[in-house]
C-alpha cells in the first residue's frame, strides 16, 4: 500500500440538475428507496481479512454488513465509532490496548457481539496460533487446509501479529485487552473490528448450532490452546466465508453482519442486493436508503451504458478518455474527478521457477536478477502513461517510487535516489545487453496475469508485449478474471494490476513487501529490509521513518522487484437526483459514507 499520497482535491461537474425528490432532513430509514451501483469486480468472499478476500470488489460490500471502532472519512481523517464500541490505550510500555463492543451491538441474526468475537478476530488477524507452514491451490491460490492450524491471514506482518499472548477477556464478556510485544505506530489501525461471526465459525467448524455453546468453544479452544479444535476453526475462518453466489441451506449464515445492511439477494456475476436493518441496528450510522444494489459490471464503457439506461444511479469506472467523455454527456448526471490512492504496479515472481526465479538458475541470483533486471529494462512506462493515462491527466508521469506518491514528503527524494530511473524506459538494447552479458539465452517465455475484461489492462497488456518482445521476451497472455485468486499462486511470471490503499499508516506496505507478509505474493526477501520493516513499525520519529522507508525503497529497485507504473485518476459518475455522494481516494472510495446517501422514493 502507498504512503502519504497527497489529496488533490475533489472537483464535481453537474452535467444537468434534476428535481431532487429525497429530503436531506430525513433520518431513518426511509421506505421505498432504493439506490443500484455499479462495480468492477464481483463479491467473492464474506472474510476480507484473509489473503484471498482481500480485495476493493469484497470491502466495498463489507463496508455496508460490517461496523468497527473506527473508519476513514473522504479528508482521510481517522473517525472513532463509538455506537459501536469503544478503544482505549492503557499502557505504553508495553503497549496496552483495551475494545470494548457496546451492550445491544448484534449481528443481524440477533446474536450479540462480544469478546468471543473479539478473540477470533484476534486469532485470525495475528495468526499467533498458527503451526507449520501453508498450503495453496496452484490454480485458484486458495488454502488448501492440511493437518496444521492456519488462520490464512492477511494482516500478518502488519504488526498486529506482536500480540503473540492470548489477550484477556473482560468480566463483561464484551472486551479484551491486546498486550503488544513491541511498541507499534500504527497501533489505531491493526485492530479495527470484529471480522466474522464466532458463534457462525463454530457451528461449522465445531458443528455447535446453540450461538452461546458455540461463542464458549471458540473462547475455551483459544485459550487453552486447544489444537483439535482450533484447527476446523481456522479452516472455516479462512476458506468458510468464500462465495460467489447466494449461499444457501446450511451456509446461509455466512453473510452475517453486525452492520447496517444485509444481504438479501446474489446472483453470481450480476449483482449482490442489501436491505436496511430497522429496530435491532445500533451499531454505527443510520442509513437512509433502504435497498441498495451492486451490479457487476467489468466494463467501464458498459458501466456508463448503464448509467445512462438508468440501470445503476452510480458508477466509479476505471477511467480513459472516452468513458470520461461518455459520461459526461449523459443529462442528469454529477462527476467527480480526484486522485485515488491506488497505483497501478507490475510485479515479477521470485520464487515460481520462473524465468525471475534464481532455482531457474540453479541458485544464481546474479543470473535471475540480471533477467529481472533486463525486463525492467525492456519495459516502458511512459509509452503507457502517455497513451492511457495522459489524455485524463495532462500532468501524470510515471512513477518512479514503490512506497511513496507524487507529493508525499519524501516522493521527490526517494524517486531521485532509488533507483527507479533504470527501469521503464523501454531501452531494448540495453536490456539484451544485460542478458549477454549475464549468459542468458533469448526468447525468454514470460507468463503475464491481469484482468482479462478489464479494457485498460488488456491494453497495457498489448503495449509491453510488443515493448519487451524487442529484448528477447515473449510476454504469454495469462489474462484471467479471477486473476485475484490466483495472486501468490505460483501460476505466473509477472503480473499487473494495483493497490488500494486502505489507511494513511506509516507500515501500510510492509504486508506487501516483508518476507512474512500477508499481501506478499511474489515471493520476495530481503533480510536487511525486514529488519528495517520491524524498526518502522516501533519508530515514532517522523524523520527516522522517512530514512527507513527510502533505504526500502532503494532495495526495492535494487533486487528489481517491479515497477510501479501510474497513479489512479478517479471518475464517479452519478445520477443528480441523489444526494450524499462523496468518494474517497481511500478503500472503500465511494461506499465510505453510505449513511448520508439519500435516494428518491419510488412512487
Not at 508525499?408 to 531501452?427: M, Q, T, V, W
Request: charged residues 20%.
Amino acid at each position: 500500500m502507498k504512503l502519504g499520497a497527497l489529496s488533490k482535491g475533489a472537483v464535481v461537474a453537474t452535467v444537468a440538475a434534476l428535481s431532487l425528490a429525497a429530503c436531506s432532513a430525513q433520518t431513518g430509514v426511509v421506505e421505498n428507496t432504493t439506490m443500484s451501483v455499479a462495480w468492477n469486480q464481483p463479491l467473492y468472499s464474506f472474510n476480507q481479512n484473509t489473503t484471498t478476500g482481500n480485495a476493493t470488489a469484497n470491502a466495498i460490500v463489507l463496508n455496508l454488513t460490517q461496523q468497527g471502532f473506527n473508519y476513514y472519512d473522504n479528508e482521510f481523517t481517522l473517525q472513532k465509532n463509538t455506537d459501536f464500541g469503544t478503544y482505549e490505550k492503557v499502557s505504553d510500555d508495553p503497549l496496552t490496548v483495551k475494545y470494548t463492543i457496546n451492550e445491544g451491538v448484534t449481528w443481524s441474526d440477533g446474536v450479540a457481539v462480544d469478546a468471543a468475537d473479539l478473540l477470533l478476530n484476534w486469532a485470525g488477524l495475528s495468526g499467533s496460533l498458527n503451526e507449520g507452514e501453508p498450503a495453496y491451490d496452484e490454480e485458484t491460490g486458495v488454502l488448501i487446509p492440511g493437518s496444521n492450524v492456519w488462520f490464512d491471514s492477511v494482516a500478518i506482518g502488519t504488526g498486529i501479529e506482536q500480540v503473540t499472548q492470548v489477550p484477556e477477556v473482560g468480566d463483561d464478556g464484551r472486551s479484551i485487552t491486546l498486550v503488544y510485544d513491541t511498541p507499534q505506530v500504527d497501533w489505531e489501525l491493526l485492530f479495527t473490528g470484529v471480522g466474522v461471526p464466532a458463534h457462525v465459525v463454530a457451528k461449522h467448524g465445531l458443528n455447535i448450532s446453540d450461538p452461546a455453546e458455540a461463542k464458549k468453544a471458540v473462547l475455551d479452544a483459544i485459550q487453552n490452546k486447544d489444537t483439535a479444535k482450533l484447527k476446523p476453526l481456522a479452516d472455516f475462518w479462512s476458506i468458510g466465508f468464500d462465495a460467489v453466489e447466494m449461499p444457501t441451506g446450511d451456509k446461509a449464515d455466512i453473510t452475517l453482519g453486525n452492520g447496517a445492511y444485509t444481504v438479501t439477494d446474489f446472483k453470481k456475476d450480476e449483482y449482490i442486493t442489501l436491505t436496511a436493518r430497522t429496530d435491532d441496528y445500533k451499531a454505527g450510522p443510520q442509513p437512509s436508503v433502504e435497498t441498495v444494489t451492486v451490479r457487476f459490471i467489468p466494463d467501464a464503457m458498459a458501466s456508463v451504458t448503464a448509467l445512462q439506461n438508468g440501470e445503476v444511479a452510480v458508477t466509479q469506472p476505471q477511467a480513459t478518455t472516452d468513458v470520461l467523455d461518455a459520461a459526461k454527456k449523459i443529462d442528469g448526471v454529477s462527476i467527480i474527478q480526484q486522485e485515488e490512492w491506488t497505483y497501478e504496479h507490475l510485479d515479477l515472481v521470485f520464487n515460481n521457477g520462473g524465468p525471475f526465479d534464481p532455482a531457474t538458475y540453479g541458485g544464481d541470483e546474479a543470473k535471475a536478477l540480471a533477467v529481472r533486471q533486463a525486463f525492467l529494462t525492456a519495459i516502458d512506462t511512459q509509452e503507457v502513461v502517455d497513451k492511457l493515462i495522459l489524455p485524463l491527466n495532462p500532468d501524470a508521469k510515471p512513477l518512479g517510487s514503490q512506497l511513496f506518491l507524487p507529493g508525499a514528503e519524501s516522493y521527490d527524494a526517494s524517486a531521485e535516489a532509488n533507483g527507479s530511473a533504470a527501469f521503464g524506459k523501454g531501452d531494448a538494447e540495453a536490456a539484451k545487453k544485460i542478458l549477454a552479458d549475464a549468459g542468458v539465452t533469448t526468447p525468454i517465455d514470460v507468463n503475464f496475469l491481469y484482468g482479462k475484461s478489464n479494457t485498460r489492462r488488456a491494453q497495457e497488456y498489448a503495449l509491453y508485449a510488443a515493448q519487451v518482445e524487442k529484448a528477447g521476451f515473449n510476454l504469454i497472455d495469462g489474462g484471467d478474471d479471477n486473476w485475484g485468486a490466483l495472486l501468490g499462486s505460483g501460476t505466473y511470471d509477472a503480473s499487473l494490476f494495483a493497490w488500494q490503499s486502505t489507511s494513511t499508516g506509516v507500515t501500510s506496505s510492509r504486508a506487501t513487501f516483508d518476507t512474512e507478509g500477508g499481501n506478499n505474493f511474489t515471493g520476495y526477501s530481503n533480510t536487511d529490509s525486514d529488519k528495517l520493516w520491524a524498526e518502522l513499525s516501533s519508530t515514532f520519529d517522523a524523520d527516522r521513518q522517512q530514512e527507513i522507508l527510502k533505504t526500502i525503497d532503494k532495495s526495492l529497485y535494487a533486487d528489481a522487484y517491479g515497477v510501479s507504473v501510474f497513479a489512479f485518476p478517479q471518475i464517479t459518475a452519478y445520477n443528480s437526483e441523489l444526494e450524499g455522494i462523496s468518494s474517497s481516494g481511500l478503500s472503500p472510495t465511494f461506499f465510505w459514507n453510505y449513511w448520508d446517501w439519500k435516494a428518491p422514493v419510488k412512487e
